[in-house]
């Protein structure tokens, strides 16, 4: 009984925490004015609003042929179409939640990122490095049409800590109390590499599947990630590196 009443009266002296989910984009306004002590975005922010513009030619023609994303045949131009939309895209995010949050108040941010030595023009993640092959290998089955591939641009970027940090201070609202990035393997506790690709497939297709299946039809999917899990099989056994780098920022409102 005196166990229970000493619980119950430390419980007592824990401060409120009130939740609440809304409907609506998180790069427009969702809370009301100067009511959140603390906002956590979870891996939502490398998604794009939408598909960078400027990935077109005067004439109409899309210039990231073959590619679905940033890859090393990119034309320089993508990468920086990519990371001006990035930019557009978080400065509106900061800038919503700034008149949302409390001055003095913290957002505690996690982003899918690159390296900082990576190369803006060249660099992808191995996800997409995998499923643009598996997409392309479709044109060659005559499953999808070369035109169709051209014209599809992933909705997602992955920033540097820097580019984040550049963007966060140029924007004003927020002050940056601490940014890193951490690297991880993804599932290297599976030893068996059909195992573990059979895994980190369904991993891809999670994520994926619902924007692959509007642009090109659910009709090939079942052949799209059959052909993804093999090119990840193979990527295991040539010992290609299957990392994520998490970019973590705690900002305060200003």
């Not at 990035?86 to 900061?94: N, R």
């Not at 092959?133 to 060659?140: E, K, N, P």
């Not at 093999?230 to 010992?239: A, D, G, N, P």
Request: hydrophobic share 35%.
């Amino acid at each position: 009984e005196e166990k229970r009443e000493d619980v119950e009266g430390k419980s007592k002296k824990v401060p409120l925490c009130f939740l609440m989910g809304v409907p609506g984009s998180y790069y427009g306004r969702l809370f009301p004015k100067e009511s959140l002590h603390l906002v956590h975005a979870n891996c939502t922010l490398h998604w794009l609003s939408q598909a960078p513009v400027g990935l077109y030619s005067p004439e109409g023609r899309a210039i990231n042929k073959g590619n679905i994303y940033i890859s090393e045949t990119s034309p320089r131009e993508v990468g920086k179409a990519y990371l001006v939309q990035f930019e557009g895209d978080l400065t509106q995010f900061l800038q919503c939640r700034s008149q949302e949050v409390l001055s003095n108040g913290l957002m505690l941010l996690t982003f899918r990122g690159r390296p900082s030595s990576s190369n803006l023009a060249t660099w992808q993640p191995w996800e997409l490095k995998l499923l643009s092959q598996a997409v392309t290998s479709l044109v060659s089955k005559g499953m999808v049409e070369e035109e169709k591939v051209d014209s599809f641009d992933f909705p997602y970027f992955g920033a540097t800590k820097e580019e984040i940090q550049s963007i966060v201070r140029a924007e004003g609202s927020f002050g940056v109390e601490k940014m890193q990035t951490v690297t991880h393997s993804v599932a290297n506790e599976i030893e068996c590499n059909m195992e573990r690709a059979e895994k980190l497939g369904k991993f891809i297709r999670a994520f994926t599947q619902p924007l692959l299946s509007r642009y090109f039809g659910v009709q090939v999917l079942g052949s799209l990630y059959h052909e993804l899990t093999l090119l990840t099989l193979h990527h295991l056994e040539t010992h290609q590196p299957v990392d994520h780098f998490i970019i973590i920022a705690l900002l305060r409102r200003i």
